[in-house]
């Protein structure tokens, strides 16, 4: 186990089954992070557990370990004791193939052309020491600007495919919001841009590379709202807010990975309280709610899970606005749906459901949704809440919204009064 210059990695930057310093680690839902290449191939190979605890394991439950990525990237340069770290020139120069990729990528002559960005993308997603060769190269700003530059074009419908073939590069690259944060302040061109792609895209029927060219642009959306500031935040649009919950809504094309996205891309934008409301008039929480009542029927596990714990966080968020607080009454199944995953998934979820309920349930809430607060066993869970081994802060929450309405769901055949007398 040692690196290129000599020095021995540490055992966590060690991949379990190729016993080698990861180059692009990826985490699975039991903790464990591998090598993207290797547990690709054990699970490629027929195998359907986790190598290290047994546990059952897909491909779809894997997620991107950046932090442990700029861990290691960080760590192989110290290591390295016989000679400093190879320049991006040095290290092309041992690729030919590469090096000419990179070379036209980079032309200060004229731009890229749509075949060579695919091909730079599909060199850059078979191997990690491509990715990283190119990001120091400086092909990632390279793209960005393009990506850019053609969104503000007139004939935007014409640069289609360029704006496809910059998403498949930038998304092949795999970079985190960290990494691209210098690129996105202030850069209402690129914010633009997507806005153009996922509005089109969201207009008409999607053929496969449309499918595949809206979960790139949804990805880097992610990476951008979550490397925003407050400023360009509130710049968002309307119609982008729209177009990212028809990812959302969209459960016959859309795949997990890019419904992942889309619910982070929307509950990073919420940050700002003015992006919250237009999320709720996009339908964002209408949306979330019936996501989440096809996502599973009972106990979640692995990618439900996940999806779980942001579509409440996400209706937390919204409820902070008076507009997210009636689009989840409203919904027939909203109180309900938000009720039934409490004490089922996380301790996150049971934080964020929780605020959703406190919130729908206020001072202000209307008689119907105290009623079926108390009709779809709301309340009993918000009494279960007291009795389990919460955080001090849920329990509180839980404690004020029983007793706000305590008068009227004692006197409720859907409440057991001993309860609410025991706990109150």
Known sequence: MESSGGGTAPHHFVCPISLQPMQDPVTAPTGISYDRRAIERWLADGHATCPVTGRPLALADLTPNHTLRRLILSWEPASTTVAPAAAPSSELHDDPGLAAIVAKVM??????????????????????????????????????????????????????????????????LDVSADEIRRL??????LVDALTHVLVTLDSGSLSDGDVA?????????????????????????PELFRAVTAVLRDRTTASPGATRAALRALLNACGSGKNRAL???????????????????????????????LVMALLARLCACAEGRAAVAAHPAGIAVVAKRVLRVSAAAD??????????????????????????????????????????????????????????????????????????
């Open 351 to 424: 934080a964020c459901a929780v605020r959703v309920l406190a919130a729908v349930c206020g001072r202000a809430a209307s008689p119907e949704v105290v009623r079926e607060m108390a009709r779809v066993g709301a309340v009993g869970k918000l009494c279960c809440v007291l009795q389990a081994d919460c955080d001090p802060d849920v329990k509180e929450t839980a404690r004020a919204v029983l007793r706000m309405h305590s008068g009227v769901w004692c006197g409720s055949p859907c409440v057991s009064a001993y309860l609410l007398s025991r706990y109150l």
């Open 279 to 309: 999320v709720a008039e996009a339908g964002a929480a209408h949306e979330a709610i019936e996501l989440e009542l096809a996502s599973w029927p009972s106990s979640p596990g692995g990618s439900s899970r996940r999806v779980t714990e």
């Open 184 to 189: 996105v302040v202030d850069n209402l061109a």
């Open 107 to 172: 032309s200060p002559d004229s731009c890229p052309a749509d075949d060579v960005l695919r091909e730079a993308a599909a060199m850059a997603s078979l191997s990690g020491f491509a990715r990283r060769c190119m990001v120091r190269a400086g092909v990632l700003t390279r793209v960005l600007r393009l990506f850019a530059s053609c969104g503000k074009k007139s004939s935007q419908e014409a640069m289609m495919p360029t704006l496809d073939a910059c998403l498949g590069l930038v998304d092949a």
């Open 213 to 237: 060219t809206r979960e790139h642009a949804v990805r880097l959306l992610e990476s951008v709202t979550e490397a925003a500031d407050a400023a360009l935040l509130d710049r968002l649009r």
